[in-house]
């Protein structure tokens, strides 16, 4: 059965440092998710994207986070400089194109974000 | 303002207990509902799904939600709980954009 993959699972990070999560949805999948889950609380909705284009990143922290989706397939999320808020976990999703199908999202396991 | 609510966030209950877990819903949101599971330290597995049609849902591991449009529900029940469902569930509706909006999470703790 087709998965999402996510990498790192883990990431310890100082704060001001760097870090990069990387998402491979699944094949043929067209519009790909990136949520941040805080401890204790639901996903939220950090940026989607249809193919290789932004659809809606209104709650991206623009000045810290980047996301990029350069050929439409994989993406990866980049925060600059982490800080202590941004522990949590970071998931990523993926669905179909069209109807119904746009709404069934399918999660990778996460990434475990740690700001020391 | 679009948003789901889950009514409690906490249920304990016995092992081979009935259960529900409750999921209020937004009239601005669509009627595009779901439940996820969470197991500690993994993403989200899709529970079941309501897009269209008759408005009590099976899904996977025993459980069913029904779809009430008056009431603005979409409650999750288990007739008979093991220790294995415990973990977080989270009931989620499709927003405009067709992404998730998602509820705070219910933490199903079954105790034998």
């Known amino acids: 059965e087709a998965e999402v993959a996510q990498s790192p699972r883990y990431k310890i990070t100082e704060k001001s440092q760097a870090v990069a999560f990387w998402c491979d949805p699944i094949?043929?999948?067209?519009?790909l998710y990136w949520y941040r889950q805080i401890l204790g609380q639901g996903p939220e909705l950090l940026v989607q994207f249809q193919d290789e284009s932004v659809v809606d990143d209104s709650q991206l922290p623009k000045d810290r986070f980047s996301a990029e989706r350069l050929k439409g397939v994989d993406s990866t999320l980049k925060i600059q400089p982490a800080e202590l808020g941004d522990s949590a976990m970071y998931l990523c999703?993926?669905?179909?194109?069209?109807?119904?199908?746009?709404?069934?999202?399918?999660f990778g396991p996460g990434t475990r974000l740690t700001v020391t | 303002a679009q948003s789901v609510t889950q009514l409690d966030s906490q249920v304990p209950v016995f092992e081979e207990a009935p259960v529900e877990l409750r999921c209020n819903y937004s009239s601005s949101v669509s009627v595009y509902l779901f439940w996820y599971v969470q197991y500690p330290n993994q993403g989200l597995q899709l529970l079941l799904k309501?897009?269209?049609?008759?408005?009590l849902v099976k899904g996977i591991n025993g459980f069913e939600a029904e779809f009430n449009k008056s009431q603005t529900s979409f409650h999750l029940r288990k007739p008979s709980v093991h220790i294995s469902d415990t973990a977080e569930y989270f009931c989620?509706?499709?927003?405009?954009?067709?992404?998730?909006?998602f509820g705070k999470g219910t933490k199903l703790s079954v105790k034998p």
């Open positions: 989620a509706a499709g927003g405009s954009q067709g992404n998730l909006i």
């Open positions: 309501y897009l269209s049609g008759s408005t």
């Open positions: 999703a993926s669905s179909g194109r069209t109807g119904s199908d746009s709404y069934e999202q399918y």
């Open positions: 094949s043929g999948h067209a519009t």
